[in-house]
C-alpha cells in the first residue's frame, strides 16, 4: 500500500482514506468519482478477476497463481518497479547431484523405491508448480499446501522440496535451501492490471488513460 501511495503520488495522484484513518475506503483527489479499496494482495487479484475493481496493483505473481485463465480475464498495463520477487524452485543443499529439474526427474524413480511415496512439494503457488512442472516433464511428485513458513517444511519433515518467493535467497539458505540452476518459475513485481470483467464505461476508460499517461510523464 505504501509504495503504491507514493508511486501515485509523485504522477500527482494523491490518494486519501475517506472515514476513519484505519478504514479500508479512499479516493483521488485528482480524479472525480473513483473509489479505492485498501485489501490485501491476494484480494486485488479476486476483485480483478470478478470485476469488482476495474484497476488494481499486486504483484504478477498472484495474478498468475490467482486468476488460471488470466490472458482473457486482465491485461497487465505497466510494471512499476517495486515488490520484487521470484517464484522459484528450492531444494535441500545437501542434495548435491541435483541441479537441474531433469536431475529432480532422474533421481524420482529411485527416491520412490527408498522411501515409498512421491516427492512432496510444499507451497502456497500450487496452480504455476503444477504449470512449470508438466513443461518440465515433472510428474513424480504431490503437493503440500503451505499456510504458514514455507522454508521451514523441509527440515520440519512435511516436505521434500518447496516453491516459495525469494527476494535475496538469504532465508532459503538459512533454512539450507538452495534455488535449482533452473528454478525460477517467475520473476515478479508490481503490476498495474486491469480486469476485462468490470463494466467499463467512456468514464472510467477516461480515468485509466489519465493513469497510465500520469505514470508515463
Not at 116 to 136: D, E, H, I, P, Q
Not at 179 to 204: E, F, M, R
Request: with cysteine; hydrophobic share 40%.
Amino acid at each position: 500500500m505504501e509504495k503504491s501511495i507514493e508511486l501515485l503520488a509523485r504522477a500527482g495522484l494523491n490518494v486519501q482514506k475517506t472515514g476513519d484513518e484505519r478504514g479500508y475506503r479512499g479516493e483521488v483527489a485528482e480524479l472525480e468519482n473513483t473509489d479505492v479499496a485498501f485489501i490485501s494482495a491476494s484480494e486485488i487479484a479476486w476483485y480483478l478477476k470478478t470485476g469488482k475493481a476495474h484497476v488494481g496493483i499486486t504483484g504478477e505473481d498472484l495474478i498468475r497463481e490467482g486468476i488460471s485463465d488470466y490472458k482473457t480475464r486482465i491485461d497487465f498495463i505497466k510494471p512499476l518497479g517495486f515488490g520484487f520477487a521470484d517464484v522459484v524452485v528450492a531444494i535441500p543443499d545437501c542434495w548435491l547431484d541435483v541441479r537441474t529439474m531433469a536431475d529432480l526427474d532422474e533421481i524420482a524413480e529411485q527416491f520412490r523405491a527408498q522411501h515409498g511415496r512421491w516427492f512432496r512439494v510444499a507451497t502456497k503457488y500450487m496452480n504455476l508448480t503444477r504449470t512449470y512442472f508438466s513443461c518440465a516433464g515433472f510428474s513424480d511428485y504431490r503437493i503440500v499446501e503451505s499456510l504458514g513458513a514455507t522454508e521451514g517444511t523441509p527440515a520440519s519433515g512435511t516436505a521434500d522440496l518447496i516453491v516459495d518467493i525469494t527476494t535475496t535467497g538469504a532465508t532459503l539458505r538459512a533454512n539450507g535451501l538452495r534455488i535449482l540452476d533452473d528454478g525460477v518459475i517467475l520473476k515478479s513485481q508490481a503490476n498495474l492490471v486491469s480486469s476485462h470483467a468490470a463494466t467499463w464505461s467512456p468514464q472510467t476508460r477516461q480515468v485509466l488513460n489519465e493513469i497510465i499517461s500520469r505514470l508515463e510523464t
